[in-house]
């Protein structure tokens, strides 16, 4: 072996690559055929051997490493993510990541706020609700009766004026007096179940509890007085249930 021969041994081979290697394959083919065209008669066998001999299988070690080298690298890029190698480029990539994070983390923190507020909301609604529910339930069996209690107004109405108009007559004193006596116990059961008179006459006019159909002047009388009750007035427990029908001074 020459000096040349063990530098050149000596050197590190670079890798072959697949195109190099199928043009030195076309390369050898040619002079092959160039070789037989002038000796002529070369043996078969030679001919192979010389073009065997120049494909090592270093060369396609080289080739198939080569080949494997990005495929490792491509592998472990699946996993992680490849950083630059510019510290620059690096900080940049880290500080973009870093804002995308925080406008993520603003995004879900305002989310959960209005998520939060919508939640209180709803409760406070639903509170209302109940207290409403709750009231009209206990107004519907407290004012139960009301219904009842209206439909005997008339009845009292007719009881009163048979009074009034039976009270001077000297004949009808006795049936005055029966027509007074089931008045009173009528009235007395009602009141007993929550039925009252609203006081009228001599009072100042309540829009909630008199009904004024006349305003008359009337000497000695402030404005805005109840002079005259033409119609009684009926409260159920808390509730007016029919205003007192009256005269107002002007």
Request: aromatic share 4%.
């Amino acid at each position: 072996m020459t000096s040349k021969e063990m530098n050149h041994d000596q050197e590190p081979r670079r890798p072959v690559t697949a195109r190099e290697l199928r043009k030195a394959k076309e390369a050898r083919k040619k002079l092959k055929q160039e070789h037989q065209e002038k000796q002529g008669g070369v043996d078969e066998e030679e001919v192979a051997q010389g073009q065997e001999e120049p494909v090592h299988t270093p060369e396609t070690s080289s080739n198939s490493t080569e080949e494997q080298e990005p495929a490792e690298e491509q592998g472990a890029g699946e996993g992680e993510q490849v950083l630059p190698e510019n510290p620059e480029l690096v900080f940049q990539l880290l500080e973009e990541q870093l804002e995308k994070a925080k406008e993520e983390a603003a995004k879900w923190k305002r989310e959960s706020e209005e998520n939060e507020e919508r939640v209180h909301r709803v409760t406070a609604e639903l509170e209302n609700f109940r207290r409403r529910a709750k009231k009209d339930r206990e107004e519907s069996v407290r004012y139960a009766a009301v219904p009842l209690v209206e439909s005997l107004l008339p009845a009292l109405d007719n009881l009163e004026r048979a009074l009034e108009a039976g009270a001077d007559s000297e004949d009808a004193k006795s049936l005055h007096q029966g027509v007074e006596m089931v008045y009173r116990q009528l009235l007395q059961s009602l009141e007993t179940h929550g039925l009252s008179q609203i006081e009228a006459k001599g009072q100042p006019f309540n829009p909630h509890e008199h009904d004024a159909v006349m305003e008359v002047e009337v000497d000695g009388v402030d404005s805005g007085m109840v002079v005259e009750e033409l119609q009684k007035g009926y409260r159920y427990k808390d509730r007016v249930i029919r205003p007192s029908m009256v005269k107002v001074s002007s």
